[in-house]
């Protein structure tokens, strides 16, 4: 699956997804400025991204551990997720997002 992800320089970038995996592992294996200091385990909010509105509908509700972990992540906005909840599905080819500021 494709996604296109926007690194904080404003530079757009599209990627390879692999069903199965997040969208984190996908934005981190491409080189993308993205932390993920957790390993993808919900532990942190390394990983905070913006959906784009068109696709953030589409998306299954974040958890009760994500919204605790996106309490304390920087500039949370109403389209925040955090990537290594957003499983790369063929549903969700074609998804936009945003790397949200350190």
Known sequence: ????????????????????????????DAGLPIAAECGGACACATCHVYVDEE?????KPPSPEELDMLDMAVAVESNSRLSCQLRCEPEFDGIRVTIAPE
Request: aromatic share 10%; charged share 30%; hydrophobic share 45%.
């Open 55 to 59: 696709w953030f509908g589409k998306l």
């Open 1 to 28: 699956m494709k996604i296109i992800a926007t690194d904080r320089k404003g530079v757009e970038h599209v990627i390879e997804g692999t069903d199965g995996w997040t969208v984190m592992e996908a934005m981190r």
